[in-house]
């Protein structure tokens, strides 16, 4: 999946929009984490997947 565009939304967080349309978010959680989620359709807000962790930078 390619990302198409990426939109800076505060110090902690991310969000992109990838080739299906589809939104992706990124976040620095409390415990140093970095997790994302993203629509499981493009366009409908309620149906995310859960977040999933992409571990701690630099380790």
Same mark, same amino acid.
């Given at each position: 999946?390619?990302?198409?565009?990426?939109?800076?939304?505060s110090p902690f967080s991310w969000v992109t929009? =990838?080739?299906? !349309?589809?939104?992706?978010?990124?976040? &620095?959680?409390g415990d140093g984490t970095?997790?994302?989620?993203?629509?499981?359709?493009?366009? =409908?807000?309620? !149906?995310?997947?859960?977040?999933?962790? &992409?571990?701690?930078?630099?380790?």
């Amino acid at each position: 999946m390619a990302t198409v565009s990426v939109r800076y939304v505060s110090p902690f967080s991310w969000v992109t929009l =990838d080739a299906s !349309d589809a939104l992706e978010v990124f976040a &620095l959680f409390g415990d140093g984490t970095i997790r994302c989620t993203w629509q499981n359709t493009a366009g =409908d807000d309620t !149906d995310w997947s859960a977040w999933h962790s &992409l571990g701690i930078p630099g380790q």
